[in-house]
């Protein structure tokens, strides 16, 4: 994985923790499938 790659997840995991959502909560939000997210 890329230097940026793991920064973004990182900065996007961080800011979901801190809104309190699942990574589902923000796949619906997204109107995404949660199976596009993938962990970092």
Known sequence: MSDIAKI??????????ERGLSQEEL????????????PV
């Not at 796949?27 to 993938?38: E, K, N, T, V, Y």
């Open 27 to 38: 796949a619906h939000r997204a109107d995404i499938d949660p199976s596009h997210l993938i």
């Open 8 to 17: 973004v997840g990182d900065r996007i995991r961080t800011i979901r923790n």
